[in-house]
């Protein structure tokens, strides 16, 4: 969209995604572009920086929202809870669709018709449920007992329907139809594709799928995590007017828990009607209130720190090691760059900002309805040298730099030294390894007598 090179992975040759959201970060880009200030760590740190200050608004805003609704001492509980949620540092400055759909659900949720508040405002919420709708289509489960709830209770109901609802996502949706007009070359209703993929088709469960009530017995207590008591508790205080928000909550993890491909950021955009209760649970402790808010802030500054600095990190930290390699070597022309990790383990070229050839194991989905049908991830951890030896027939072909996780070492190792791969940087990546990500991640590159690779 801006530099004229990248990857565009299988969900954008099938048009799941829509260039709304990613034109806000390639919008940025732009600029610094014609600026020439698009240096590598600006075009990494930029989008999460703006990420993070659209989440301090919408937390901001969800404040303003309880301080109207109760007091000023209530409000300080709800924002206490939100800004020590551990998941809530985890996700708020990550560019995910789920991130910005949080975002925009909680600044909806400042303008949506409650009892006691004084902004409430039919046209700018249903605008930000819309966009949300355009950047994640599934945001629309969220508000489904929302919007049913506002229709129920709204004396012009033909009014709203027809001087709102329609005129906002009328235009909202034309909206997307031309970006994506611009963008993909066609008409193409990115929305309906993402649902029937992901919905109807439940494409998803390619990638893994979970029992139906993984989201309560897992997914759910997990992203609470420590704020899970106060959440039960303040459920029982809460006032009735709030009953709205739990069962907001449970519809969108019932619904959730019908589709077979489950994760936590999925049900992100619930915790901060979460929080809402688990502040009317510490405005009503008494004697155990300076114990619970030493609690809560610790064990969820521990998970923070470690899921935010220290779990999986090494990922990132290898793409240092490729930036080195793109600006501090006299051979970059020669260069070029093998994953073999599970797909999308590693961020790929806006951490690079450079033309450099770079593959990695691809995964698209079945679309073809075969019941044999096996990944190229898959084929080649069934044998990984089988595989390197089949691929690679020719030396020329050989990439100079591999990246593998700790674990496949010793499988490659024979392919390492027959074709002269050196280990020459290690970086820690979890302390909870599994059956294909290793603890550490190696890279290795090919030394040549005559011919090395200065870096």
Known sequence: MVFNYGYLTWEWTERLRGYTYPLIFASIYKILHLLGKDSVQLLIWIPRLAQALLSAIADLRLYS?????????????????????????????????????????????????????????????????????????????????????????????????????????????????????????????????????????????????????WYFS????????????????????????????????????????????????????????????????????????????????????????????????????????????????????????LMMMPCHSTPYYSHVHHPLPMRFLQCPPDLTGKGDYLVEADIFYLNPLKWLYREFQNDSTLPTHLIIFSILEEEINPFLISNKYERTAVFFHTHFPERRTGSHIYVYERKLKGKLNQT
Not at 170 to 177: A, C, E, K, V
Not at 183 to 208: A, C, E, I, M, R
């Open 65 to 213: 929202l309880m301080k109207q609704l109760e007091n000023q001492q209530v409000a300080r509980w709800v924002f206490f809870c939100q800004l020590c949620s551990w998941f809530t540092w985890y996700c708020c400055t990550r560019t995910l669709t789920n991130t910005m759909e949080t975002v925009l659900t909680i600044i909806a949720l400042f303008y949506y018709p409650l009892e006691g508040s004084k902004f409430m405002n039919s046209v700018k919420y249903s605008s930000l449920v819309a966009l949300a709708f355009i950047i994640r289509p599934t945001a629309v489960i969220l508000w489904i007992p929302l919007l049913f709830r506002h229709f129920w209770q709204e004396q012009r109901k033909l009014d709203l329907i027809l001087h709102q609802f329609l005129p906002v996502g009328f235009f909202t949706l034309s909206f997307s139809l031309i970006i994506d007009r611009i963008f993909f070359g066609q008409w193409t209703l990115v929305q309906y594709n993402f649902l029937k993929f992901n919905v109807l088709q439940n494409v998803g469960s390619f990638y893994g799928s979970h029992p139906w009530h």
């Open 218 to 337: 897992q997914g759910f207590p997990a992203v609470l995590g420590t704020h899970l008591p106060f959440f039960i508790h303040g459920c029982l205080l809460a006032p009735k007017r709030y009953r709205i928000f739990l069962v907001t909550v449970l519809w969108t993890l019932l619904v959730y828990s019908m589709l077979s491909h489950k994760e936590f950021r999925f049900i992100y955009p619930v915790l901060p009607f979460c929080m809402v209760f688990c502040g009317y649970s510490l405005n009503n402790l008494k004697l155990w209130k300076k114990p619970a808010l030493s609690f809560l802030f610790l064990s969820n500054m521990f998970f923070a720190l470690y899921t935010g600095l220290v779990h999986q990190r090494g990922t990132l930290d290898v793409m240092t090691n490729i930036q080195e390699l793109c600006y501090n070597n006299t051979n970059i022309s020669s260069a070029s760059v």
